[in-house]
């Protein structure tokens, strides 16, 4: 291991389980700006901003070597739309109409990419108007879809992310998106998927963010207990719908300029605008740093699904289970995958410690070689919080209802593993 490696890795040696998950609120709003690359380590980001959990910027330099920014934008600053038809124009992409509210979201529709960017050309040519209403090409799984194209590389400090190597390991889904979208167009009030980390480059255009941390969004409920659609709407005002919203913090603004990106911590609530034609690569992530906030969020899910369907439960012998369905067909994961989800994460990282890595996996743009790059006291971290997390799972009630039969290893062997390459890593 060579000394900037065991540099970054020293930092991980520290026990920071009782390091904050939740955020507390950040002094007048300030979020910090990173400005140089070369001075900026994945320790400062690891201590300053995913363990406190607080948001920052980093400047363009962060991606001025992405092909996407030097391809996808013309010679002032627009999107290239002769480039994006050239390589894309025949892709099928998911577009949200943001002038139309369908429960507290915006509707969908798939339609041809080539179909998009002639709207979007009439859309501007139009002054940003069109009896189509505004469209958004939005969560795109650009990458999947075309993975030879040189159009970003992730940047080292989002590099630990769990929920991209487990979706990648299982073939099924990933959490990387491209957006596209004219100015006007924005995304509603939300918190990211399982609560997880984001984070959002700008390839071209700028855009507004309002943040707030987590917990503030409480105040932020109506009589009901729902969320609003737009904080911006003057009915939030009215005390008899919304009776705690006097109570709520100011958000914290962000205007994102051309080639930045914004890292949004777990939990956050956020809703977002398009103040040009803007196109932005955005990834969802989960880490060790945040999986026990992802692990409570799953628990919250499940007990709001128990006392909705609570009626029946008496009379439906395999109540525990439906809601188990239910919760994944409202969150993609119900305990049993989050189990899986545990192990092929603490796998990766006991192969490593226990087999190191060969040249050929440290060549390529694999998990193992992500794990190899952080350092093994980065892995011996991870292992550390996932037996925290599998242990609380491991002891739930409503996870030792279900039929653990089919998890191999079962949970006890899993954790027993775990522990034991801790304590040899350590030694």
Known sequence: MDRATFACSTAFFRDYSSASQGASCLPGGHVDFIEKVESFTYSDFFRDYLIPNHPCIFSAKFTEDWGSRRNWVTWDGKPNFDHLLQKFGEAVVPVANCDVKEYNSNPKEQLPFKEYIKYWKEYIRNGYRSSRGCLYLKDWHLSRAFPAQDVYTT???????????????????????????????????????????????????????????????????????????????????????????????????????????????????HQVYNLEDTISINHNWVNGCNVAIMWCFLQDELAAVQREINEWKDPVDDWHLQCQLIMKSCTGIDYKEFYNFLKVIAENRISVLENGLDDEASAKNTPKAAISTLGMLHAVFDLKRTVKVLTSLSANEDFKKLDLTSLSPPPEALLHHLKAAIDTALL
Request: aromatic letters at 18%; proline letters at 8%.
């Open 155 to 269: 940047p080292v400090y989002f590099s630990s992310d769990w929920l991209n190597e487990y979706w990648d390991a299982v073939a099924v889904d990933d959490y990387r998106f491209v957006y596209m979208g004219p100015k006007g167009s924005w995304t509603p009030f939300h918190a990211d998927v399982f609560r997880s980390y984001s984070w959002s480059a700008n390839v071209c255009g700028r855009k507004k963010w309002l943040l707030y941390p987590a917990g503030q969004e409480e105040f932020l409920k109506d009589h009901h207990g729902n969320l609003p659609f737009d904080v911006t709407a003057p009915s939030l005002q009215d005390k008899s719908v919304y009776p705690r919203y006097d109570q709520s913090q100011a958000p914290v603004e962000i205007v994102q300029e051309a080639g930045e990106i914004v890292f949004i911590p777990s939990g956050w609530h």
